[in-house]
Nanobody, 118 residues
Framework: VQLQASGGGLVQPGGSLRLSCAAS????????MGWYRQAPGKQRELVAR???????NYADALKGRFTISRDNAKNTVYLQMNSLKPEDTAVYYC?????????????WGLGTQVTVSS
């Protein structure tokens, strides 16, 4: 099983980006999916999570600017980020709890860099 994230890049303050993360491999089902981020010198923190039926959970500080969604048919989770600020600069990691023929476990993508700068 692999998680492949894409969509990161350089954006000016106030701009938007949309991250995608697709799961592939021998997958029975995907439970929760989510996004985390890690800024230089800081611990990895939750951005948002979404269940298989669409229930969402956000970091309080990001509510209203970030929106998580998923396409179950494509095994893909998205993160729409609006009104970006320099403090949103970080490596963004996707996460999924996936059921496989060998049981269920946590999987992580390699991360995609988001840089917010003028």
């Amino acid at each position: 099983v692999q998680l492949q994230a894409s969509g990161g890049g350089l954006v000016q303050p106030g701009g938007s980006l949309r991250l995608s993360c697709a799961a592939s491999g021998n997958i029975f089902s995907i439970n929760e999916m989510g996004w985390y981020r890690q800024a230089p010198g800081k611990q990895r923190e939750l951005v948002a999570r979404i269940t298989s039926v669409g229930t969402t959970n956000y970091a309080d500080a990001l509510k209203g600017r970030f929106t998580i969604s998923r396409d179950n048919a494509k095994n893909t989770v998205y993160l729409q980020m609006n009104s970006l600020k320099p403090e949103d600069t970080a490596v963004y990691y996707c996460n999924a709890i996936i059921e496989t023929p060998f049981g269920h476990r946590d999987y992580w993508g390699l991360g995609t860099q988001v840089t917010v700068s003028s």
